[in-house]
């Protein structure tokens, strides 16, 4: 009942994009950080992208910044990552995330913190020609 929905994902070409979801079902995101994450084959989780609970606050890992934007929409319960010029080595799983905070700038990239809360199912990305 309470649970985080990824969708968007799917087949791209190389310098192609892909626009993922991640929505909320039965609980109200305005409260919470969300982040987004990959785990590509073989390779362990890693972090992608973080939003804090309004909106300003953002981070990026070094190796999609300006090619991915996240953003959210509150009144939606929706979080969105835009995936711009996207590489072989973008193919992964995609999740988001989100964790319950007080504080409103928070924008957090590593999962540890995100053990307490939502995790979505997961959206397959795979870029290839």
């Known amino acids: 009942q309470l649970q985080l929905v990824e969708s968007g994902g799917g087949l791209v070409q190389p310098g192609g994009s892909l626009r993922l979801s991640c929505a909320a079902s039965?609980?109200?995101?305005?409260?919470?950080?969300i982040g987004w994450f990959r785990q590509a084959p073989g390779k362990e989780r890693e972090g992608v992208s973080c939003?804090?609970?309004?909106?300003?606050?953002?981070k990026y890992a070094d190796s999609v910044k300006v090619r991915f934007t996240i953003s959210r929409d509150n009144a939606r319960n929706t979080v969105y990552l835009q995936m711009n010029s996207l590489k072989p080595e973008d193919t992964a799983v995609y999740y988001c995330?989100?964790?319950?905070?007080?504080?409103?700038?928070?924008?957090?990239?590593?999962?540890?913190?995100?053990?307490?809360?939502?995790w979505g199912q997961g959206t397959q990305v795979t870029v290839s020609s």
């Open positions: 039965g609980f109200t995101l305005d409260y919470y950080a």
């Open positions: 995330a989100a964790v319950l905070t007080t504080v409103q700038g928070l924008c957090i990239m590593i999962s540890r913190p995100y053990e307490s809360g939502y």
């Open positions: 939003i804090s609970r309004s909106g300003g606050s953002t």
